[in-house]
Structure formats: C-alpha cells, structure tokens
C-alpha cells in the first residue's frame, strides 16, 4: 500500500510562512503552529528503533513531527507529532478504549486506559486524554486527540514545558479539516 502524504510550504513575498499538512490517504489537512522545525524523519527512526528492539509486529507510524528546537527542558519547548497505528491491531471491540489506549501509546505513557473525554472538530469525535510528567525540574504536559479515520488510529499530540505554550499547540486542532 502506498501512502501519500503531502507536506507543502507556502511563502509569499512579505508575508509570513505559510505551512499546511495533508495526507490524502486519510482525507484531511492540518496548519501546524508556526515556529517549529520538522523532525519527522529523525522520530520515524526513532520508532523504528524501538520497533524493532521490542520486535513488534505492527508499529507507530508518524506522519509528522515537529518541535521548537533542541532542547527539551526549555521552558518554550514544545512539540507537536501525528502518528497513526491499524485500528484492527488494537483487540479492544470498544473504539473509545482503543482510541484511550493509542493516546496513551503516543504519550509514552504506563498508564493502559487514561481518561479520555469525547471532542468534536470537523465533524469528527476525538478522544482526548492529558498527561503530565516530572522529569527533574521539568514538568512537561501533553494533550493527545485520537479518532478513528480509515482504518487507522490516527493521534494529534502536543507536549510543552508550559501549561500556556502546551495551550497555544493544541490550539492548533482547530485548523484541522477533514475531506
């Protein structure tokens, strides 16, 4: 099967930048937030490496991953990712559990079944779970939406060393359309 995912820059004379991601494969679009530079490849790697390390059968596939820069302990770190995993390869019969499990899979989570509350946008129902976690003198929080498109579980996820940055990304949800 061939996915095609279409990752377009915009720019405009006098203008600011302009980015828009679109995969037609799961009919939708998305206007990250701006500021970020893309490490998809880098975190594609990334899992593939722990795929392999743990020899899972089905992985996590990332359509897009971007971040604010190097350093995670900043306090204006932020990231944002979009991953997908087969929802056939998930047994619970229940999409909102299996939705809850995928948010927990992309926050990197222990937590099997996080709380998960229901959100409409575009006319699709996300589950929506929050994390947080102390890492030293860092508390990074994240917002993770998962619904069900295709097949797929496909997961929208932002984390920040901020409550108010980790606000400002997942803002970001609004500007998703779906085709």
């Not at 930048?17 to 990334?46: C, I, N, V, W």
């Not at 020899?55 to 820069?69: F, Y």
């Not at 929050?130 to 994240?142: L, M």
């Not at 498109?149 to 409550?163: D, E, M, Q, V, Y």
Request: charged share 25%.
């Amino acid at each position: 099967m061939c996915l095609f995912i279409q990752y377009r820059y915009i720019r405009a004379q006098d203008e600011p930048r302009d980015h828009t991601y679109s995969s037609q494969e799961l009919a939708f679009r998305y206007m990250p937030p701006g500021q970020m530079e893309d490490k998809t490849q880098h975190f594609r790697e990334e899992i593939q490496k722990r795929a392999e390390s743990s020899q899972a059968r089905n992985k996590l596939h990332a359509l897009l991953a971007m971040s604010t820069g190097g350093d995670d302990t900043d306090r204006n770190w932020g990231s944002v990712t979009i991953e997908t995993y087969p929802r056939n390869a998930v047994t619970d019969q229940d999409d909102m559990q299996a939705e809850a499990k995928m948010n927990s899979w992309v926050a990197h989570s222990q937590e099997p079944y996080p709380v998960a509350r229901p959100v409409v946008i575009s006319g699709q129902q996300f589950a929506v779970s929050v994390f947080g976690v102390q890492e030293g003198t860092v508390t990074k929080g994240a917002v993770v939406w998962t619904t069900i498109r295709k097949g797929k579980l496909l997961s929208f996820a932002f984390a920040a060393n901020s409550p108010e940055h980790l606000k400002a990304l997942a803002e970001s949800m609004k500007s998703v359309q779906f085709f």
